[in-house]
């Protein structure tokens, strides 16, 4: 059994109206980075998720899935911190069931789920993973639920990735994060974080 989150982190996590403070992470398969067999990463993408995508490129090209680079924190931010500015900026785009877990090395799981059906009703369900380790901020985004007539993979994957920019704008723009281009992203990576 895993230990609850410290003090710390349900503090902070409490700070956030509504936010929830779980357990904690537990095994999540796919992922290659593993210390004490607990993941320090979101999971990876199936094939047959829709409108997945992720910050891990090597897990998005294996699986088929889209990706979108990763972020960073200012490295005066510490974890749980990080985890407080993430949850507001899901909850001011309609996240709900936002939990903050404790994970290996200090580092925090942050979980949000989205109404993503016509009209906000909840026939989809678009679910949201990242993990804030350090400085660096990973995450995977799909949806589930039954399928409606006008969604696809495609505008599933369109929608994660239009909410993932909104709350990025919200967080490069008041907290100041930034984009973790890898080193072979090139001058798009750097100045427009694609």
Known sequence: MTPPPPPTAA???GAVSGGAVSGGAGAQGGSASAVSGVSIAP???KPSEPGCLQSDRAMAT???TAYMVPWTVPSSLGADA???QLQRALRSEGGTEIRVASAANGARRVTAQFA???LGLPVVTDEIEFVIAG???SFRASASGAPWPFSTPETATQRNRARLLRVRG??????GWSCACPPDAGLSCT???D
């Open 43 to 45: 999971r990876a993408c």
């Open 191 to 193: 100045l427009f974080c």
């Open 11 to 13: 503090l902070l996590a």
């Open 170 to 175: 919200q967080l490069f723009a008041s907290h």
């Open 116 to 118: 993503a059906g016509p």
């Open 135 to 137: 400085s660096s901020v």
């Open 82 to 84: 990080a985890a407080v």
């Open 62 to 64: 294996a699986a088929r």
